[in-house]
């Protein structure tokens, strides 16, 4: 039995001039399969596109539903094709998801994280300094960017009221 959802992309917002946030609505009953206890900082999902492109793009933040997932997409004009067909999405439009699943999980009750990311790699970074934020732990982040303007999650971090 096939794990993957049918979903709709919900809602689509540029960040900044190259990444993208597609809010993905889960459309099957039964979203909170077992599969979903994984939905947690670090998660990622498969994205099934046009033509058999799948594509796998960490969860940067979700509904407390687990009804909507939220993943940045930077639009890479040289790669091999899943990113433009990704940014060609449009509100309505149907795709799959399988997952999530966690591969880079936070590992938990250390004294201090130091969490580094770079352009697009900040989306599980970013889940997981929320994360950090909730428990009160004690961290540090390095978000590094070519420039300012591309830096996609600066106001979200902002948000989080990081010193």
Not at 2 to 8: D, G, L, Q, T
Not at 58 to 68: A, C, I, N, T, Y
Not at 115 to 141: C, H, K, Q, W, Y
Request: with cysteine; aromatic share 8%.
């Amino acid at each position: 039995m096939s794990s993957v959802k049918n979903c709709r992309i919900h809602k689509v917002v540029k960040l900044s001039e190259n990444i993208t946030n597609f809010e993905i609505e889960i459309l099957d009953e039964g979203f909170d399969k077992p599969s979903f206890d994984c939905l947690e900082a670090g998660a990622h999902i498969d994205v099934y596109l046009d033509e058999g492109v799948i594509r796998q793009y960490s969860l940067w933040d979700w509904s407390e539903d687990k009804k909507r997932l939220s993943i940045a997409v930077k639009r890479e004009d040289q790669g091999d094709g899943g990113s433009i067909k990704m940014h060609q999405l449009q509100e309505g439009n149907l795709i799959g998801v399988d997952g999530p699943r966690n591969n880079f999980p936070l590992k938990p009750n250390q004294a201090h994280y130091t969490l580094i990311a770079g352009g697009i790699g900040v989306t599980p970074i970013f889940a997981m300094a929320r994360e950090l934020v909730t428990n009160n732990a004690s961290f540090d982040v390095h978000y590094l960017v070519q420039k300012e303007e591309l830096a996609a999650f600066n106001t979200h971090f902002k948000a989080l009221n990081l010193s």
